[in-house]
């Protein structure tokens, strides 16, 4: 039978590997005495971004984590009722949407840390990390960023080439102008005389 029970438990492990192979970022959290209802909102709520719970052994979570960390600190991460929540592209939406249920339901789910972009990050992290703008907006805030002195400079040069043009034209209309009152003119010859 203990044989039994220890096959169970590689196959999870195994299992759970091949999970956290397949997306790479996950969130850890803890979770106390979540009524089943709410357990379902938070399901729907996550899978909405991609991400999907799953419940964890802490034995298992460490051994399957002992790769990515020392064994402190998974220690750290894997308290109480441990569950993983496995993003497909990117954590911060699902961590997001746990630090909000979390701070609705005080008690009942925390946050303990997670693996984003090849990084652990421990519960301060993961709450700053929350607290951030989606990844798409932070793009397009460092494109602006990066755009705004190209477009200034570009204005700029805009402004100074059409202010060149303008002094050219008006110097040129007024050497035209000089040039014009200037030329000496041939004398024209009395209508009843021809040449």
């Not at 746990?98 to 840390?113: R, V």
């Not at 602006?144 to 008006?170: Q, R």
Request: aromatic share 4%.
């Amino acid at each position: 039978m203990a044989q039994a029970g220890r096959l169970i438990k590689e196959s999870m492990a195994r299992e759970l590997t091949e999970a956290l192979g397949e997306q790479s970022n996950f969130v850890v959290t803890s979770l106390g005495a979540l009524p089943a209802a709410d357990a379902d909102i938070l399901r729907k709520q996550l899978s909405t971004v991609k991400a999907r719970m799953r419940m964890v052994k802490r034995t298992i979570g460490a051994k399957v984590l002992s790769g990515l960390a020392s064994k402190e600190k998974t220690a750290e991460l894997l308290t109480g009722s441990v569950i993983l929540v496995l993003t497909e592209d990117d954590a911060g939406p699902a961590a997001k949407i746990l630090s909000q249920f979390s701070k609705s339901n005080e008690g009942k789910l925390s946050i303990q840390g997670g693996w984003v972009e090849g990084r652990l990050l421990d519960s301060a992290e993961m709450q700053a990390f929350a607290n951030l703008p989606p990844r798409l907006q932070l793009i397009a805030q460092l494109i602006g960023t990066l755009d705004a002195p190209v477009t200034d400079l570009i204005f700029t040069l805009e402004t100074i080439c059409s202010e060149l043009v303008w002094v050219l034209e008006e110097a040129s209309k007024k050497v035209g102008v000089s040039s014009a009152a200037t030329e000496p003119q041939a004398p024209q010859a009395p209508a009843g005389e021809s040449a």
